[in-house]
């Protein structure tokens, strides 16, 4: 389903600002994964999911998406692809309008476009019941504009818009960060529940190795632009944090120092 190969990327090559953020990586992953990232702070989590979206072009290597080569391809001709929710709740969202226009954006993003103007009765009919599975009374509030909608309100509406479609493949940047504990939970159990009904791809970076051992079916650890550690499902299933601390010291040589990891 998505296929990475040797791909690389350096920011400001040639002055005292460079980075060399993705160094060579490699990744097979087939159809229905569900893969978690964790990595500390710079170890290239959001870089790698930019690359794949297409934010920026790699500087070599290549990019398959349900065996097509994308590599080359701006951002707007992968969005057919690719479902996104990102750590900000404001980005999947357009404030000023409201939530079945955003979900009309959504809906028909990539699909021929027509004069008509409007939101059919049969497309407001569809909306509402693909809102009612979030369990927060969205589906009676269509004409709300979304700005004036919670933190974890508009994260739910994300996740649902950027799955609405069933995409190839799934984007998950730490979509959870910006919520309060238990805000976080239920976005993170609803993004299970969706993955897992519609049979999803998903790749999902999270700063909480608790859930990167408890989700998904493989478990991928970054540092310093690098694949350091790849896990199976059965090789994670009886893991603690604690064990994975050991496995990132002796794969990297170096030990955890990022809070926000330890912490979570």
Not at 70 to 83: C, D, S
Not at 204 to 231: E, F, P, S
Request: aromatic letters at 4%; glycine letters at 8%; proline letters at 2%.
């Amino acid at each position: 389903m998505l296929k990475l190969t040797n791909i690389t990327k350096t920011f400001e090559p040639g002055t005292l600002n460079e980075k060399k953020a993705l160094k060579g990586i490699s990744l097979d992953m087939k159809e229905s994964d569900f893969i978690t990232i964790i990595g500390g702070n710079g170890a290239g989590k959001s870089t790698l999911l930019n690359a794949i979206a297409g934010m920026f072009i790699t500087d070599s290597g290549k990019i398959e998406i349900d065996g097509n080569d994308v590599t080359n391809l701006p951002e707007h001709k992968r969005a057919k692809y690719i479902g996104r929710v990102f750590q900000d709740t404001r980005m999947g969202t357009a404030s000023g309008m409201t939530i079945e226009e955003n979900m009309a954006m959504a809906y028909r993003r990539g699909k021929h476009r027509t004069l008509r103007k409007g939101i059919t009765k049969a497309e407001r009919d569809f909306y509402r019941e693909h809102l009612k599975m979030l369990d927060l009374g969205l589906e009676d509030r269509l004409t709300t504009k979304t700005g004036l909608l919670s933190g974890g309100q508009r994260q739910a509406l994300t996740l649902l818009m950027a799955t609405m479609t069933k995409p190839k493949l799934l984007l998950l940047d730490e979509h959870t960060a910006a919520l309060d504990p238990k805000t976080a939970k239920k976005v993170l159990e609803l993004t299970k529940k969706i993955i897992a009904e519609d049979k999803l791809t998903a790749l999902m970076i999270t700063h909480n190795m608790r859930d990167a051992l408890k989700h998904g079916n493989r478990l991928v650890m970054l540092d310093k632009g690098k694949i350091i550690i790849d896990l199976s499902e059965e090789q994670k299933k009886n893991l603690q944090v604690s064990d994975l601390l050991s496995m990132f010291e002796k794969a990297s040589g170096d030990s955890m120092t990022n809070d926000r990891m330890l912490l979570g």
